[in-house]
């Protein structure tokens, strides 16, 4: 019988919270020349992010920059209404 939603038999299905479906992260250690870092997989996709981190700097989807400009940048968004 064929899948009526074309999902892959192994695909893990999303959690929602009020219809929102929640990020999967994973933490992973620095591993030879590829440092620690964290990945942020969609809720209900295999859409993924990457987040680097090694002291002061963070690199977001390839842009590298400060924590500090990262705040700038990210928290008027997380405070919004």
Not at 37 to 61: A, F, H, P, T
Not at 65 to 77: E, F, H, N, R, S
Request: hydrophobic share 35%; glycine share 10%.
């Amino acid at each position: 019988m064929k899948n009526p939603l074309h999902i892959p038999a192994n695909t893990k299905l999303g959690v929602y919270e009020n219809g929102i479906p929640i990020p999967r992260i994973y933490h992973k250690n620095a591993v030879g020349k590829k440092g620690a870092r964290y990945l942020i997989k969609c809720g209900d996709c295999e859409n993924s992010i990457e987040v680097y981190y090694e002291g002061n700097e963070l690199e977001i989807g390839g842009v590298e920059a400060t924590k500090a400009t990262w705040k700038k940048i990210l928290l008027p968004l997380l405070n919004s209404k």
